[in-house]
């Protein structure tokens, strides 16, 4: 039995949707082509210095999203060890 809007393996399932495709054309210039749910093209598009700056907005965005995988909920600084993890018969040392 899986749970709602869960694949077969459990493993939920969650959209994905591209709304832009982007291409460089160096570091001062860019075009950014907007496409549909299936990725067709849409009659609008960004150009110039203006997409370069959006291309490189999206791309730190990514890369932020990678390095705080849990959207800046806060995580444990120090691996939390109950004593019933520790092997019997060893002695904690003393702090």
Known sequence: MTAAGAGPDGVPCAPLRYFNQCISLG???GLIQFVTADDRSVNR???????ARYKELVCKGALWGVANPTLGIPARRR???TDHLAPKGTARAAA
């Open 27 to 29: 570091r001062t210039e």
């Open 45 to 51: 598009t960004l150009a110039g210095r203006f997409a």
């Open 79 to 81: 691996r939390v060890v």
